[in-house]
């Protein structure tokens, strides 16, 4: 158990719709990604937060949004969906967001777009 | 730009062999951190170990170890004796330093899918 919690585990909708997923990083960390895996992509980097701050972005498209609270868990907002936006979406965490930093992944969501 | 390479799509060997997954990194960075990480067939991501570029010392750990060439800018995976357990997919990933203009996100190999049969 790594400690990063993700809600739901399994997601399944329909295109056009939104979904908003949930993470909530290991105790004490302070800084909070989200990937995206997929089987023609694999897995990419979307955005990282630190202390509530959006600090890095990758490959997040225009129609996903994310915001980290207060009390530090995250949230990751998908729009319009599209059949390939079916994916795995996971958040891992670390303790200040450093390079240097193992980050510790959830179990991620599985998103299904019928 | 950042980039790693896992050439070996899949490897499927019987137990108690010993097996080297491979990973080649490109960067333009001096600092960077190299990682690997396990998917087990239940999905998720498990840290196994990490790696920072001034640190060209091999790791072991129980039946795993790492070798790690600048070199070749290679970060080769080694278990022992393998297990059914270790059957899983492999991720390599990569981490440059603050400052390097790149994401803090990893980027990730397309991982090596490893199959221990019994």
Known sequence: DSGVTQTPKHLITATGQRVTLRCSPRSGDLSVYWYQQSLDQGLQFLIQYYNGEERAKGNILERFSAQQFPDLHSELNLSSLELGDSALYFCASSPHGGEEQPQHFGDGTRLSIL | ?118
């Open chain 2, 1 to 118: 730009a950042q980039k790693v390479t896992q050439a070996q799509t899949e490897i499927s060997v019987v137990e108690k062999e010993d097996v080297t997954l491979d990973c080649v990194y490109e960067t333009r960075d001096t600092t960077y951190y190299l990682f690997w990480y396990k998917q087990p067939p239940s999905g998720e991501l498990v840290f196994l170990i990490r790696r920072n570029s001034f640190d060209e010392q091999n790791e072991i750990s129980g039946r795993y170890s790492w070798n790690f060439q600048k070199s070749t800018s290679s970060f080769n995976f080694t278990i022992t004796a393998s297990q059914v357990v270790d059957s899983a997919v492999y991720f390599c990933a990569l981490s440059e330093a603050w400052g390097g203009g790149g994401a803090d996100g990893l980027t990730f190999g397309k991982g090596t899918h490893l199959i221990i049969q019994p």
